[in-house]
């Protein structure tokens, strides 16, 4: 189950005046800002989360900036993971709007396909439920394991309900793009791309041994490819946060220094997101003092970001916005959280 352009769509249920326009959660344009979020409409000029205000505002000029209400998500969030929970499924919550339920004890019958086509009414009411009572949408997708289940849940977004089934999965993943499957980031995709693979068929058919074009990812990227995917659900020892930091020698404001420090500390963050197959929502940067007094400042953004230069430019802004280095640092450390497996957002063209 993954919630449609959530912080926008309570931004929307919230403010009659803001439906069917196009909404941007971040600070305005005229200011030094990220976008958080944005709506459907706002995102058929582009606009997505993570990029600068003004890039926003260049891309969308009729666009309605509002402000970040990350409390007021989260109390939303709690409520339709409240409603989640009372399917009597088997939860894994992956971010703030988006979650894996485990319905096989409820949902079986003679054949999988069967089992899944039982799956589909419980999914009806959960839509309803959250629609009735929280006055969002949200898109489902049915399928027999977390790969498959994931991809549905992004083809027919907003309001939609998709069954992926067991003697028609392969046909179905074979038009969609590589960037689809489950650990393709943007450096895998380009790998792959020189190579001719730019369909999930193209991984199908590809006659070689994918080792010699992503290394050891190669035999799972494989079986993605058929929608094969043994992994359990996670349930409580999930990796919480990934981070790094640095003391320094001699306590310094060095501008030079300091942003090389910072991406270095990015690029360390986005290898081991990318190993775990990872996203990042939140990025906190953390600074110590010579006295020892310790801030940190933090964005959280809809879309999960894996990208070092994404992480980087996030967390120049945390430093900047809150004038962070008005003196010496004796520490600076940079961490994502909020963490969940990135999603393929080609499917948002389809």
């Known amino acids: 189950m993954d919630m449609d352009a959530f912080y926008a769509s ?65 109390e939303e969030s709690r409520h339709i993971m409240q409603i989640v929970a009372q399917t009597g499924a088997v939860v894994e919550t992956m971010s703030i709007d988006e979650a894996y339920l485990d319905v096989s004890s409820l949902t079986q019958a003679k054949s999988a396909d069967e089992s899944l086509l039982e799956a589909v009414p419980l999914a009806r009411h959960l839509k309803e439920r959250i629609l009735s009572e929280r006055k969002l949408t949200a898109t489902i997708g049915i399928a027999s394991n977390k790969l498959l289940a994931k991809i549905a849940s992004d083809h027919k977004k907003p309001d939609g309900l998709t069954v992926i089934s ?102 360390d963050i986005s290898a081991r997101l990318k190993h775990r197959r990872l996203g990042a929502h939140t990025v906190q940067v953390k600074v110590r003092y010579s006295d020892f007094t310790t801030l940190t400042r933090q964005i959280s953004v809809e879309e999960p970001i894996t990208e070092a230069a994404e992480i980087y430019r996030l967390s120049c802004f945390l430093l900047g916005r809150d004038k962070l280095v008005s003196r010496p640092l004796r520490l600076l450390g940079l961490g994502v959280s909020n963490l969940r497996e990135p999603s393929g957002r080609q499917l948002a063209l389809l």
């Open 166 to 267: 067991e003697h028609e999965k392969v046909l179905f993943l074979r038009p969609l793009p590589v960037r689809v499957v489950y650990g393709v980031g943007k450096v895998t995709e380009q790998t792959l791309g020189q190579a001719g693979i730019v369909t999930v068929g193209d991984l199908q058919d590809y006659p070689g041994d994918l080792r010699a074009l992503v290394g050891s990812f190669g035999p799972k990227l494989k079986q993605f490819a058929f929608g094969q995917d043994d992994r359990a659900l996670e349930i409580g020892d999930e990796i919480k946060s990934i981070s790094n930091e640095e003391t320094f020698l001699k306590d310094t404001d060095d501008r030079k220094m300091l942003r090389a420090c910072l991406k270095a500390q990015a690029t």
């Open 10 to 74: 309570v931004e929307q249920r919230d403010d009659p005046g803001l439906r069917g326009r196009p909404v941007i959660v971040g600070a305005p344009p005229t200011q030094r800002g990220v976008v958080c979020a944005s709506s459907y409409e706002a995102r058929k000029f582009g606009v997505r989360s993570a990029m600068p205000s003004a890039t926003a505002g260049r891309l969308c000029p009729h666009g309605i900036f509002v402000r970040p209400r990350m409390d007021h998500y989260r």
